[in-house]
């Protein structure tokens, strides 16, 4: 097994990479709204102003310009990391591009809770 994270640079694009992997074979994926250290940087979205604990709401709604959409899942074979990889940059280009996103791919040792393909298409 593999955990695949994938932070999309452009969120326009979630739709039909979350498209693409499910052509691949992965059977869920859970998508996070996130930045990085780079926007951090040139955007100043990390600033004194604003409130201790604000909504997640309110900050994302604030600084929609600034985030990427971080993918990940987990899923069961090489062959399912590579037709991701392939389906990916059908979307975005190569990830080698500048502005593509960043893939990484690290082995599982354990998951608890995982559902087959299979068991997903048998949901009513």
């Given at each position: 097994m593999f955990f695949v994270l994938y932070v999309l640079h452009d969120e326009t694009k979630l739709t039909e990479v979350l498209d693409a992997w499910d052509e691949a074979g992965v059977t869920?994926?859970?998508?996070?709204?996130s930045t990085g250290m780079g926007r951090i940087i040139k955007y100043g979205a990390l600033r004194?102003?604003?409130?201790i604990i604000p909504s997640l709401q309110a900050l994302i709604k604030?600084?929609?310009?600034?985030?990427?959409?971080?993918?990940?899942s987990i899923?069961?074979?090489?062959?399912?990391?590579?037709?991701?990889?392939?389906?990916?940059?059908?979307?975005v280009g190569p990830l080698a591009d500048?502005?593509?996103?960043?893939?990484?791919?690290?082995?599982?040792?354990?998951?608890?809770?995982?559902?087959?393909?299979?068991?997903?298409?048998?949901r009513p």
């Open positions: 869920g994926v859970t998508v996070l709204p004194e102003d604003i409130p604030e600084h929609e310009e600034i985030l990427n959409r971080t993918l990940f899923v069961e074979s090489e062959e399912v990391v590579q037709r991701i990889v392939e389906n990916t940059e059908k979307v500048p502005n593509t996103g960043i893939l990484a791919v690290l082995p599982v040792l354990k998951a608890y809770g995982l559902r087959s393909r299979e068991d997903h298409e048998k």
